[in-house]
């Protein structure tokens, strides 16, 4: 079996909307507390983030509604799908993204969780601010633009 290549890591969920309804401005990397029966429907693949978001209770980062369903075989050891989940960051790192979304009007928001090379659970959050709906639009314009200069290129060779 060959070896995966480094920085390899498995991407288990993908929020592909944040991108469109949120101009990031900053990624960071947290861990995350999870139970045993997490970790096997994780590994399973069949997690949700797209309703997801992160914020403060109390000093600490939480992950709130983000859907990890019950591990079939966990029976009445199983967990709850939506529950509230503490993220591992750095004690200056909470401070920052508390900060940012108490003054400024940021919205942490998670982007995707995976497992890294040594096998621990991940998820990376973005920082970010919401956009309107004109500069939705001009993200759909320059997609657009972008794929039809792709078909182009293409077709000349």
Do not use: C
Request: glycine letters at 8%; charged letters at 35%; aromatic letters at 8%.
């Amino acid at each position: 079996m060959a070896d995966k290549p480094k920085g390899a890591y498995r991407v288990v969920a993908d929020n592909r909307k944040a991108r469109f309804n949120y101009e990031i401005l900053d990624t960071v990397e947290a861990g995350i507390a999870l139970t045993g029966t997490e970790v096997k429907s994780l590994r399973q693949g069949k997690a949700t983030i797209g309703e997801a978001y992160a914020g403060p209770s109390g000093n600490e980062l939480f992950l709130f509604n983000a859907y990890i369903p019950e591990y079939l075989q966990a029976n009445r050891f199983n967990h709850e799908t939506r529950r509230p989940r503490r993220l591992l960051l750095h004690k200056r790192q909470i401070n920052k993204l508390i900060g940012a979304t108490q003054r400024e009007g940021f919205t942490v928001i998670p982007l995707k969780i995976y497992f890294n090379e040594r096998g621990r659970a991940k998820v990376e959050l973005g920082l970010g601010r919401g956009k309107k709906l004109h500069d939705k639009r001009e993200t759909e314009k320059q997609r657009s633009w972008n794929r039809e200069r792709a078909r182009l290129m293409r077709e000349k060779g």
